[in-house]
């Protein structure tokens, strides 16, 4: 893991807060890639956009069930 900068991020409650960026080896759906990482004391993983691009993402609120499927086509 290699220290990139330094960014702000706004909370929902509006408070504004510094965390430290990292760049980084991951895997995702079994594939290794270079990621950027912000380090939190959560339990709980977030993942941003831009790990999905290549990806479609479904959301059923009612049965509470997430699908992430790699898209085909353009």
Known sequence: MIFKF?????LANGEVIAKDV????????????E?????TTSRDTL???ALL?????????PR????IER???P
């Open 53 to 61: 691009k290549d990806y479609q993402l479904s959301i059923d609120y």
């Open 22 to 33: 990292f760049r980084s080896s991951i895997v995702f759906d079994g594939r290794e890639q």
């Open 47 to 49: 993942i941003g956009a």
């Open 64 to 67: 509470r069930a997430v699908r």
């Open 35 to 39: 990621a950027d990482l912000i380090l």
């Open 71 to 73: 898209a085909t086509g």
């Open 6 to 10: 330094v960014e702000r991020y706004e």
